[in-house]
């Protein structure tokens, strides 16, 4: 909800960074993966209760996933890129809850598995629109030049960062506020299912 806000802020800087690491030889793919490095990182850094130093983690590896898309789009966008990009990011929003649940099972269990599961409804809801997005030959420019179909919704990028942040300040907090973002993520889904139903009828 918020990303497309946030663009014409981010980007320039972004952009610029991005153009200096491009002609410093740096791959998007590398600062795809260094972000995927720093993710994992939070991860365990949560695992361990170390929450002050996941939240740097976890903004260093958003920071990562912005500039890899600026080095993209100076060394050109690849669609390979764009596949790693967000595998890459799956693999992070499904490490952070998994490192809460590590922490305290007997706490987090429930709440976690929940928050996993309304991930991976939203991320196939995500994905599948963009699969028919392709093949209907769509295209949107709302949240930047991607390689993929991005669909708006009432969480996205902005939020979840914003969420794993607020959980890493407030751990004690993770069952409440892990079943709350779950049941906004099913929503979110939910919503994306009727637009892709008025969108692809046929």
Known sequence: MLDRHLRPIIDPPLNRLGGQMARMGLS???VTLVGLGF???AALAVASGFFLLA???????????????????????????????IT???????????????LDP??????????LLSFYVNAGSFLGFAILAE????HTEVHGRKSLYF?????EGTETIAFFLLLCLLP?????????????CLITAAARVLLAAKTFRD
Not at 151 to 155: E, M
């Open 106 to 115: 007997g706490a987090n269990g429930v709440a976690g598995a929940f928050l």
């Open 172 to 184: 004690g907090w993770f069952a409440v506020l892990a079943l709350g973002y779950g049941v906004l």
């Open 55 to 85: 939240v740097l983690l976890i903004l260093l590896s958003r920071l990562a996933d912005g500039l890899d898309g600026a080095v993209a789009r100076a060394h050109g966008v690849t669609d390979f890129g764009g596949y790693l990009d």
């Open 39 to 41: 993710g994992v990182a």
């Open 151 to 155: 669909t708006s919704g009432l969480l």
């Open 28 to 30: 998007a793919n590398t």
């Open 135 to 138: 093949k209907q030959k769509m």
């Open 88 to 102: 890459c990011d799956y693999v992070f929003y499904a490490a952070i809850p998994l490192a809460f649940v590590i």
